[in-house]
């Protein structure tokens, strides 16, 4: 049985919110597994789902940048071992290049990607540019992800948050682009930002992460001595409506809009009305969300070994 430590308990309580005990226990149980725990701690009801909050291992920023006719846009994250290095303007002035090259770029996957001929220098490929500014700036850095959006039948809206921390696009097709409407595509990009949704619309979800919830709340309900005993309807009503209330959480569009009066307003609500006011037909398609440093607070985490394994080294 794997030894379970003070880190990896810190670490679980950062992940759930679980108390300090119930997260030990866990560990115990499940010989350390953290993902395994996690689903512990939620079985009992000890957890909300996993939000993965614990150790950054890698700093950096994430930027956008939109095509002058606004129908694609790109956001990109570049990472650094510092946060010192990540608020330097050189840094942040090769990010901005790396967006630019992300932009027009038609690369299948980041291989092909850092295999391109630089945007700024064709003598160079990005990938050997990153090790010029790797040696300019004194630091180990990745350029960690992009993705790149486009829209015909519309615009692509992009916005920004706490200077680089968390980037977010928005696809939004509609008959009609005015002042209102790109307003409302940043609102909703802010909203994305700010409550995290997993997902666009309920379409998204897959019926395996469905059953996967739903056995989640089973397991709870049957944990529970007064629950477990009421009858087989009321406790699959019960699932339902929790299901219900948790894809409103997650799935941006069916999320209570926060800029909303009456505090019951929907995203989707608001985008009908806007839609309704410039006599427009509007639909939000999809959202990217980065945030610096996602996915990279696993506890094995070694960024030093990541860069290396990415300049081949």
Known sequence: MAAV??????????????????????LAATDGDMDKAVEFLREKGLAGAAKKAGRIAAEGIVDTLVSEDGKAAVVVEVNSETDFVAKNEKFQTYVKEVAKQALASNAADMDAFMAEKWIGDPSLTVAEELSSQIAIIGENMKIRRYEKVEEA?????????????IGVLVDVETDVVNDDIKEMAK???????????????????SAEYIDHEKAILMAQIQNDPKESQKPEKVIHGMIEGRINKELKEICLLDQVYVK????????????????????????????????????????NENFAEEVAKQMGQ
């Open 260 to 299: 909303a009066e009456d505090g019951k307003q929907s995203v989707q609500n608001y985008v009908d009305s806007v839609a309704k006011a410039n006599g427009a037909k509007i639909t939000v398609k999809k959202f990217v969300r980065f945030e610096t440093g996602e996915g990279l607070e696993k506890k």
């Open 5 to 26: 430590t003070a880190a990896m308990v810190k670490e679980l309580r950062e992940m759930t919110g679980a108390g300090m005990m119930d997260c030990k226990k866990a």
């Open 187 to 205: 609102n909703v990009a802010m909203q994305a930002a700010a409550l995290k949704p997993m997902f666009t619309n309920r379409g998204e979800v």
């Open 153 to 165: 039948n519309g615009f692509v809206a992009s916005y920004i948050h706490a200077g680089g921390k």
